[in-house]
């Protein structure tokens, strides 16, 4: 089947959503989402969204905490944009439903603090902010008669020029096109052709890469191992951001404690009862993500302890169970009454700094491809992410990705009128053996969080290549012989996106942000303050073919 648009967007969180309902001022659009519309990452942040609204704050500042936490990556020029589109946006999002909260009295925005913001900046709803956005957007977008939802639908491969006329084609990174994707029916089984004159991936991160993390299940770097299949350049793929506070507990699946929790003076604690983060850092437990996350893993490591410890009681019961009802309701579940009790946290993956190379209109270097969200490389987060400024980055880029597109209306109309080929599954057969799609699976994710970690040495990074590379040959070994399914999909985005972590770990000799290796133990500016930058163009080209 084929499945013509003007614009094809591929993932559902706020970075999709806020792209469609601007894109549908202008034509059609389709949305395809690999289960449901609600299963994206942006559904389950807490914290909030980070905007310049306090009396005291200012736009220097917030650029000023952005930049600190970038730890001398973040490019100036994208996080001043972002920084000041950002309070329009907030009330733009409001305009659409979503309902932040306010102070009682004054009307104006409760803003929360998180680490490494030197004021009180987070605008949230309460410890449920991305289901409040995301419940807003679903229903903009569910109202407008030119956006369509395709669920259970998770693209295979983009449909590039290069890949129509064979790849010879195209030999340089601006040359190639592309003009929508091949696409898994994971109902039907079938793989359909969505045409479109221009796609943008919004697919969101790769926390699944590791075993633990406070992603959900989708976050396997689809959008980032298709880009890069497709010729797109991927940047700092190395700053993978582990969070501080996922809850500890042998049932608890990926649920995170939020930094707003030592925003509201929650402080970390040894098994002993002791406050451990004024031996790290002036900040204390407010201190940038890397550096925490860092600390509790020193802490542990010395103690053999499994867990640390994050104490609220200090507060008011009856103020936490209000400003912490999905943290409160949940940790109860498991035993733990955070009024009381202290609450069992261990760091995990949370965040992927890196991405696909996105400008400053969202724009990748392949023709008519965008890239918004966490799926792209802006420069807003250089070597660590601040918190709560990943929503806002999404917000922003997917208007500029509008604008761009908005200027080139015209362009490309008489694509929807052209055939292109089918997918084409050769021989392939069922697969009788899908034990070897969970075995790799389980492989890549247990190799990338014991030595691809917060604190990397070259030997495990060796090692973590070789085991990687023997997965991925046997993953193109079984890709081609059986039908595609979504587990085999994701099985090979997740090895295209461990191999990129790894060979960017590799490259940077420093210590800088989010990595972190004793052996190279400064941050060396004169040699490393670049981005990393990777490209199926530089070398072996058709080693992701
Ligand atoms: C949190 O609530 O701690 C997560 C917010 C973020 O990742 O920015």
Same mark, same amino acid.
């Given at each position: 089947?084929?499945? $013509?648009?003007?614009?094809?967007?591929?993932?559902?969180?706020?970075?999709?959503?806020?792209?469609?309902?601007?894109?549908?001022?202008?034509?059609?659009?389709?949305?395809?989402?690999?289960?449901?519309?609600?299963?994206?990452?942006?559904?389950?942040?807490?914290?909030?969204?980070?905007?310049?609204?306090?009396?005291? %704050?200012?736009?220097?500042?917030?650029?000023?905490?952005?930049?600190?936490?970038?730890?001398?990556?973040?490019?100036?020029?994208? *996080?001043?944009?972002?920084?000041?589109?950002?309070?329009?946006?907030?009330?733009?999002?409001?305009?659409?439903?979503?309902?932040?909260?306010?102070?009682?009295?004054?009307?104006?925005? %409760?803003?929360?603090?998180?680490?490494?913001?030197?004021?009180?900046?987070?605008?949230?709803?309460?410890?449920?902010?991305?289901?409040?956005?995301?419940?807003?957007?679903?229903?903009?977008?569910?109202?407008?008669?030119?956006?369509?939802?395709?669920?259970?639908?998770?693209?295979?491969?983009?449909?590039?020029?290069?890949?129509?006329?064979?790849?010879?084609?195209?030999?340089?990174?601006?040359? %190639?096109?592309?003009?929508?994707?091949?696409?898994?029916?994971?109902?039907?089984?079938? *793989?359909?052709?969505?045409?479109?004159?221009?796609?943008?991936?919004?697919?969101?991160?790769?926390?699944?890469? +590791?075993?633990?993390?406070?992603?959900?299940?989708?976050?396997?770097?689809?959008?980032?191992?298709?880009?890069?299949?497709?010729?797109?350049?991927?940047?700092?793929?190395?700053?993978?951001?582990?969070?501080?506070?996922? @809850?500890?507990?042998?049932?608890?699946?990926? $649920?995170?404690?939020?930094?707003?929790?030592?925003?509201?003076?929650?402080?970390?604690?040894?098994?002993?009862?002791?406050?451990?983060?004024?031996? +790290?850092?002036?900040?204390?437990?407010?201190?940038?993500?890397?550096?925490?996350?860092?600390?509790?893993?020193?802490?542990?490591?010395?103690?053999?302890?499994?867990?640390?410890?994050?104490?609220?009681?200090?507060?008011?019961?009856?103020?936490?169970?209000?400003? $912490?009802?999905?943290?409160?309701?949940?940790?109860?579940?498991?035993?733990?009454?955070?009024?009381?009790?202290?609450?069992? *946290?261990?760091?995990?993956?949370?965040?992927?700094?890196?991405?696909?190379?996105?400008?400053?209109?969202?724009?990748?270097?392949?023709?008519? @491809?965008?890239?918004?969200?966490?799926?792209?490389?802006?420069?807003?987060?250089?070597?660590?992410? @601040?918190?709560?400024?990943?929503?806002?980055?999404?917000?922003?880029?997917?208007?500029?990705?509008?604008? %761009?597109?908005?200027?080139?209306?015209?362009?490309?109309?008489?694509?929807?009128?052209?055939?292109?080929?089918?997918?084409?599954?050769?021989?392939?057969?069922?697969?009788?053996?899908?034990?070897? *799609?969970?075995?790799?699976?389980?492989?890549?994710?247990?190799?990338?969080?014991?030595?691809?970690?917060?604190?990397?040495?070259?030997?495990?990074?060796?090692?973590?290549?070789?085991?990687?590379?023997?997965?991925?040959?046997?993953?193109?070994? +079984?890709?081609?012989? $059986?039908?595609?399914?979504?587990?085999?999909?994701?099985?090979?985005?997740?090895?295209?996106?461990?191999?990129?972590?790894?060979?960017?770990?590799?490259?940077?000799?420093?210590?800088?942000?989010?990595? +972190?290796?004793?052996?190279?133990?400064?941050?060396?500016?004169?040699?490393?303050?670049?981005?990393?930058?990777?490209?199926?163009?530089?070398?072996?080209?058709?080693?992701?073919?």
């Amino acid at each position: 089947m084929d499945v $013509f648009s003007d614009f094809l967007i591929i993932g559902s969180g706020i970075a999709g959503l806020s792209c469609a309902l601007r894109l549908a001022r202008h034509g059609k659009v389709s949305i395809i989402t690999k289960k449901s519309k609600l299963d994206a990452s942006t559904n389950f942040a807490q914290g909030g969204i980070a905007a310049v609204l306090g009396l005291n %704050d200012s736009f220097d500042l917030h650029v000023k905490d952005t930049l600190e936490a970038g730890d001398g990556l973040c490019h100036e020029d994208v *996080v001043k944009m972002v920084v000041e589109r950002g309070p329009r946006l907030i009330n733009e999002l409001v305009s659409l439903g979503v309902d932040f909260k306010t102070a009682a009295d004054t009307g104006s925005f %409760d803003l929360g603090r998180e680490g490494g913001h030197s004021r009180n900046r987070i605008v949230h709803a309460l410890d449920v902010t991305g289901r409040e956005v995301e419940k807003n957007l679903i229903n903009r977008a569910e109202e407008s008669p030119n956006i369509t939802f395709y669920e259970n639908h998770m693209a295979v491969d983009l449909l590039t020029r290069s890949r129509i006329f064979r790849r010879g084609a195209v030999t340089t990174e601006s040359e %190639d096109t592309c003009w929508g994707a091949y696409v898994l029916d994971a109902h039907h089984g079938r *793989v359909d052709t969505f045409v479109a004159r221009f796609t943008i991936i919004c697919t969101g991160g790769a926390g699944k890469v +590791y075993l633990y993390t406070s992603n959900p299940d989708i976050a396997g770097g689809d959008g980032m191992a298709i880009g890069f299949r497709a010729g797109v350049k991927v940047a700092n793929m190395e700053f993978v951001q582990f969070h501080p506070t996922c @809850l500890f507990h042998p049932h608890a699946k990926n $649920f995170l404690i939020s930094e707003a929790v030592r925003g509201e003076g929650g402080r970390l604690m040894d098994a002993q009862g002791c406050y451990f983060m004024e031996k +790290y850092h002036p900040r204390k437990d407010l201190a940038a993500r890397d550096i925490v996350a860092r600390a509790i893993d020193r802490e542990l490591k010395k103690s053999g302890a499994d867990c640390v410890y994050l104490d609220i009681t200090h507060r008011d019961a009856d103020y936490l169970r209000s400003r $912490f009802p999905n943290i409160y309701q949940t940790c109860l579940s498991y035993g733990i009454d955070i009024t009381k009790d202290p609450i069992p *946290v261990v760091p995990a993956a949370h965040y992927m700094c890196g991405g696909l190379v996105a400008d400053l209109s969202a724009r990748t270097n392949v023709n008519r @491809l965008y890239a918004v969200g966490e799926a792209a490389c802006t420069g807003l987060h250089g070597a660590n992410r @601040l918190a709560s400024n990943s929503l806002l980055e999404a917000l922003v880029f997917a208007e500029a990705a509008y604008q %761009d597109i908005a200027a080139q209306t015209e362009e490309n109309k008489d694509l929807l009128n052209k055939d292109f080929p089918s997918w084409d599954p050769g021989g392939a057969t069922d697969s009788d053996e899908s034990v070897v *799609v969970t075995h790799n699976w389980d492989e890549i994710r247990r190799t990338m969080w014991n030595y691809v970690g917060i604190v990397r040495t070259t030997k495990r990074l060796i090692r973590a290549k070789h085991r990687i590379d023997n997965i991925r040959q046997e993953i193109d070994e +079984y890709y081609w012989d $059986f039908l595609i399914t979504r587990d085999l999909l994701e099985l090979r985005n997740l090895a295209t996106v461990a191999d990129l972590i790894v060979r960017s770990a590799l490259i940077r000799k420093e210590s800088r942000g989010l990595h +972190y290796m004793p052996e190279y133990p400064q941050r060396d500016d004169e040699n490393w303050s670049v981005d990393t930058v990777l490209s199926i163009y530089d070398s072996n080209h058709d080693r992701y073919r």
